[in-house]
Nanobody, 115 residues
């Protein structure tokens, strides 16, 4: 059974940085893609970034140039380096892993950016 565990969230001032980590366990096989989503209070969950098996990366326009997604294929761990954080980045951040046709989600980690 695949499990995803996020860590690294917290409280940071605007302009600061955080690094989120998502560690997958329960399966040594690689995922087709791993990524991050976020959900702010009262809003729908939105996509943030994806890294594909071939290491290509995609970002939402709202985070492009500030966030960087990376992965360690040997350990099935994905990271999200978040720089120049803004109050509007405040949300619960969720990790997602895809091994077609299945999706797996983590439990989320809170990121709060104060102004």
């Amino acid at each position: 059974q695949v499990q995803l565990v996020e860590s690294g969230g917290g409280l940071v001032q605007a302009g600061g940085s955080l690094r989120l980590t998502c560690a997958a366990s329960g399966s040594a096989a690689s995922f087709n893609a791993m990524g991050w989503y976020r959900q702010a209070p009262g809003k729908q969950r939105e996509w943030v970034a994806t890294i594909w098996l071939g290491d290509s990366r995609d970002y939402a326009d709202s985070v492009k140039g500030r966030f960087t997604i990376s992965r360690d294929g040997a350990t099935n761990t994905v990271y999200l380096q978040m720089n120049s954080l803004k109050p509007e980045d405040t949300a619960v951040y969720y990790c997602k892993a895809v091994r077609w046709p299945n999706d797996y989600w983590g439990q989320g980690t809170q990121v709060t950016v104060s102004s």
